[in-house]
């Protein structure tokens, strides 16, 4: 496990940005693990910028996202897909035909998952996932738990995640009870896992994750375990850790 720290959001952004980036250059055809939510906001901010410029060239990337709510069309202006599309794809030269989620409204689940866990399949895995950290220690959309899921499943939200996640819903009974995401064991598979994490209020989740016992109670501590993985936070976020 590497540690980076960085000032703030804005450095920490940079750093994650320089990461991928690197990614991309080396290997053009890349298979990209992406996220969503506040944290990576910034990053996929200075990719664009580094785009713009002619630093970076997606036209050969291939990505696919973590997570993607059940009930929400791709059009809905919550769903992951809309996200993705605004954050990032419409600003840079990625092909939207190499660009994967799962498909919030299809209705056989059992069907959808296994469908998303061969896309991943047929691209040869992923070589660089993009993460975020949740206040219960979730990455993707895996939450606390007796045992690490392995592939693309369907999750019940837990109270907290949904709380989390109303300030972006007109109102609390409109955020999805139930979202597709991958597991743990196709993170884990990940080449490379890079995870962005701002604030003092992921302060004690950070020291948890890191610093304490691996446990399915703490989704991320996996994360320990892995055998290329940076941790890119402000010093905010590890304020409650001792870093070299």
């Known amino acids: 496990m590497k540690i980076i720290k960085a000032k703030d959001y ?8 320089n990461i991928i980036s690197a990614q991309v250059i080396m290997k053009p055809d890349c298979v990209l693990g992406l996220a969503t939510g506040s944290s990576p906001i910034g990053t996929y901010k200075q990719l664009i910028e580094w785009y713009e410029k002619g630093d970076l060239d997606f036209s050969a990337v ?25 954050n990032l794809f419409k600003h840079i030269n990625i092909d939207m035909a190499n660009t994967n989620l799962p498909n919030g409204m299809a209705e056989d689940a059992d069907a959808e998952c296994a469908r998303y866990n061969g896309v991943i399949d047929s691209l040869g895995g992923i ?9 219960n220690g979730h990455i993707g959309f895996n939450e606390p738990d007796d045992t690490f899921p392995t592939l693309t499943h369907l999750v019940t939200l837990t109270q907290s995640t949904i709380n989390a996640n109303s300030r ?25 896992v890079l995870m962005v994490v701002s604030g003092a209020d992921k302060a004690d989740i950070v020291a948890k ?7 399915p109670q703490v989704p991320a501590s996996v994360l320990q375990l892995h055998s290329d993985f940076t941790l890119v936070a402000d010093e905010a976020a ?7």
């Open 10 to 17: 804005a450095e920490m952004s940079r750093k994650a940005a």
């Open 127 to 135: 070589d660089l996932q993009l993460l975020g950290l949740g206040h």
């Open 238 to 244: 590890l304020s409650k850790v001792v870093t070299a």
């Open 209 to 215: 994750a890191f610093f304490g016992p691996v446990t």
């Open 62 to 86: 291939k990505s696919v996202n973590l997570d993607e709510y059940k009930g929400l069309t791709a059009e809905h202006d919550q769903s992951y897909a809309y996200f993705m599309y605004e």
């Open 168 to 192: 972006l819903f007109a109102s609390i009974d409109e955020v999805p009870g139930y979202a597709f995401t991958m597991g743990i064991q196709t993170i884990m598979q990940a080449k490379k």
